[in-house]
Nanobody, 123 residues
């Protein structure tokens, strides 16, 4: 089973960009679909983006479509979330997650989670 470490969060002004990274341990990373989720203060965790095993299929929440891009590099055991045109409502702790098989948007389908990285967008 993979272990995940999230990084890349920080404080950014509205309209700015950040790139989150998630490093995975283990030799079987390419057998895991990956997702990014986020949890804002006082709210439940929500789906942000997912990517299939080979990176060909990506899905996005409507709230981030056109602004965020998920990608993966199986040679480096990593998944990324490029975030642009950030808004204050994007402020949250962001988590990467992994599951065997096809990518989904349901957090209950994911079995392994990173520790989270804080993203704060100031207005």
């Amino acid at each position: 089973q993979v272990q995940l470490v999230d990084s890349g969060g920080g404080l950014v002004q509205a309209g700015g960009s950040l790139r989150l990274s998630c490093a995975a341990s283990g030799r079987t990373f390419s057998t895991y679909a990956m997702g990014w989720f986020r949890q804002a203060p006082g709210k439940g965790r929500e789906f942000v983006a997912s990517v299939s095993l080979n990176g060909a299929i990506t899905r996005y929440a409507d709230s981030v479509k056109g602004r965020f891009t998920i990608s993966r590099d199986n040679a480096k055991n990593a998944v990324y979330l490029q975030m642009s045109s950030l808004k204050p409502e994007d402020t949250a702790v962001y988590y990467c997650a992994a599951r065997r098989g096809a990518s989904t948007i349901r957090q209950s389908d994911y079995t392994t989670w990173g520790q989270g990285t804080q993203v704060t967008v100031s207005s």
